[in-house]
């Protein structure tokens, strides 16, 4: 028996994500009285693999295969089905994102696995395998069974946090099956932004609505985001607009965020905006309108210009850091 | 070619969610059901797609599982252009029963490209569109913000964490669309009104169900604690509250 999760790297590396899904995993293998065994695929060093052991994995399975470089879902489901029943997993776990939600599906069917999607917390019990989540866009919360035996559940970034137990990972090779059946989709172009803090890895996020007014205005705003190492995000229409680039875009029909921080200006807070951002640990609203309705989702608020607030943040945050 | 769109129907986004039953069970009354705002994206795609010379593509057909109170959505989806529907007869409940259904009423009618918006806007799963590939064996491609035709072949961009990448794909394949797939959903005519009326609905029997996850109980989240305000004149408070007392920043 065993709780698998799959550790996902960026070019060789793990990231805070790999290491909060390895401590989830672990928190539910202590309820299930089991071990904790990861899944890389790709070249990873001996030194971050073993790593993982401080986060709660006993093992690492490690797979190497030229054709898994690129991210081809059939296969990818393939290499966690051979490696969940290997290890008799009993819970798959990973992450609520891009990967997550192209390969768990494949696997739901492989394992006949229930499939818990974007879970913030614990199950409530393992028997039954009660997990507490949100539904309805965030307007209200489900608690639901999976009556399977092997469940599967993909975790929200940053909604869990990293736990060190301490430990070391024992790496073992692992060799899947894979038929040129399962490669039936090819990369041909890839365009990647670089240098800018992901949206979804962001702890503190600053983002910006129409009431910023226009696609001018945005310089104040990027500088306090640099000042607070925060990436940024806006609501729909401004990246409707074109003010902003799409991949910016929170809400329901964009990035489902849950950062530390989330300062909203000029954001009026409407249901499918909130549906994107409402897991925040904390919101800041900025708006000049004091019934807007994204003062009854945020913390902290001001009543107030954007453009007069943001040089004040900014100099705020600067004289606080020491800068 | 032929596509086919799966489609959902959801509560009106804007609806106010309430439960009954001991909050068991959504309360449907007076709510507005609208077709899954992606999956009417995906079928404005297809019809694009249709329309464009020489693209091959001949039929843009929709499914849904549901019983026939979902009918006036599928109708919607036949007046906005699609040229035929199938209704699996059973209620819809997760999304492995719903993927089985799919699959199994179509896997041998033929269709090239099988399009699922990301994410129904009900029980947030986005799960549907990988299953029912696997259900099938056929590959799938998610987070496809890009769909066309190139000389018979089907060429697709997705988004990834930080970037896009182009993708050749041998059909049948599904496509889990998302922003961008189309920008605006197309409002049906008068005349496609007119027309849907009389467009093949097939009904279909569902295979015995399935079901692999429960949805027990509902609750409405806690109320929020008061926004605290701060003046506008004092910005420099609202920095030192998140460094001492949200400790934050
Ligand atoms: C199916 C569907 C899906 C949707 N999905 C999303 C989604 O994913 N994400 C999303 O964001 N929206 C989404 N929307 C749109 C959503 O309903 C709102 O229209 C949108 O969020 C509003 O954006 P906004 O707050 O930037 O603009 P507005 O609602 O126009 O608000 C601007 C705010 O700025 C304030 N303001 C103006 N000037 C200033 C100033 N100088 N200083 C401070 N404040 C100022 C105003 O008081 C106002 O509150 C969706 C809608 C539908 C129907």
């Not at chain 1, 306090?224 to 680039?245: K, Y």
Request: with cysteine; aromatic share 6%.
């Amino acid at each position: 028996m065993s709780v698998l999760v799959y550790t996902e790297n960026w070019d060789g590396k793990f990231k805070k994500l790999s290491y909060e899904l390895v401590s989830y995993a672990h928190a539910i293998a202590g309820m299930l009285d089991t071990e904790t065994v990861a899944v890389s695929v790709g070249d990873v060093s001996d030194t971050e693999l073993t790593a993982l052991g401080k986060y709660g994995a006993s093992r690492v399975l490690s797979v190497q295969d030229a054709r898994l470089s690129q991210l081809v879902n059939q296969a990818y489901a393939s290499v966690l089905y051979q490696a969940a029943i290997r290890e008799n997993a009993q819970v798959v776990v990973m992450a609520n994102n891009f990967t997550g939600k192209a390969v768990a599906p494949r696997l739901s069917v492989k394992l006949k696995a229930g499939v818990g999607a974007g879970v913030a917390g614990l199950p409530l019990s393992v028997e039954p395998f009660t997990i507490h989540k949100k539904a309805f866009n965030g307007k209200a919360f489900a608690t639901i069974v999976i009556k399977s035996p092997v469940r599967i559940l993909t975790l929200l970034q940053n909604s869990f946090g990293v736990k060190e137990t301490g430990g070391v990972a024992a790496i073992e090779e692992f060799l899947p099956d894979l038929a040129e059946h399962d490669f039936r989709t090819s990369v041909e172009e890839v365009s990647k932004i670089t240098g800018k803090i992901l949206l979804t890895d962001a702890e503190v996020v600053v983002s910006g609505g129409r009431g910023m007014k226009g696609p001018e205005n945005w310089a104040p705003l990027e500088e306090l985001a640099r000042v607070l190492g925060a990436a940024t995000a806006c609501s729909r229409p401004v990246s409707d607009e074109g003010w902003r680039p799409h991949e910016e875009h929170t809400g329901q029909t964009g990035k489902i965020i849950a950062p530390n921080l989330y300062m909203a200006f000029g954001i009026s807070g409407a249901i499918q905006h909130l549906a994107g951002v409402s897991s925040s640990k904390c919101i800041v609203a900025i708006n000049k309108d004091p019934d807007a309705p994204i003062f009854e989702a945020a913390d902290y608020g001001i009543v107030g210009d954007a453009m007069k607030v943001l040089p004040e943040m900014i100099a705020a945050v600067r004289e606080m850091k020491g800068e | 070619m032929k596509i086919l769109i799966c489609m959902s129907n959801v509560p009106d986004t804007t609806t106010k969610v309430r439960f009954k039953d001991g909050n068991t069970v959504f309360d449907t009354t007076g709510v507005q059901w609208i077709i899954n705002p992606w999956d009417e994206l995906a079928l404005t795609r297809a019809l694009q797609l249709k329309e464009e010379p020489g693209s091959g593509i001949e039929k843009v057909t929709v499914i849904t599982v549901g019983l026939a109170d979902v009918e006036p959505t599928i109708r919607k989806a036949l007046a906005i252009g699609a040229d035929d529907a199938i209704r699996v007869n059973s209620q819809a409940t997760d999304a492995y029963d719903v993927a089985r259904q799919i699959a199994e009423a179509i896997r041998s009618e033929g269709y090239d490209l099988i399009m699922c918006g990301i994410e129904s806007s009900d029980y947030n799963n986005s799960m549907v569109g990988g299953m029912i590939s696997e259900f099938l064996d056929i590959p799938s491609v998610s987070s496809v913000s890009s769909v066309t035709v190139e000389n018979g072949r089907f060429k697709v961009k997705r988004e990834i964490d930080g970037g896009k990448e182009t993708l050749s794909v041998t059909a049948p394949f599904v496509a889990i669309v998302q922003k961008g797939i189309a920008l605006e959903p197309r409002i049906p005519s008068m005349r496609g009104i007119m027309m849907a009326r009389t467009k093949p609905l097939k009904v279909v029997e569902p295979v015995a169900p399935e079901v692999l996850v429960e949805h027990i109980r509902y609750e409405l989240p806690p109320a929020k604690a008061k926004c605290r305000m701060v003046a506008e004149d004092n910005v420099r408070e609202l920095v030192q509250l998140l460094h001492t007392e949200a400790k934050i920043i």
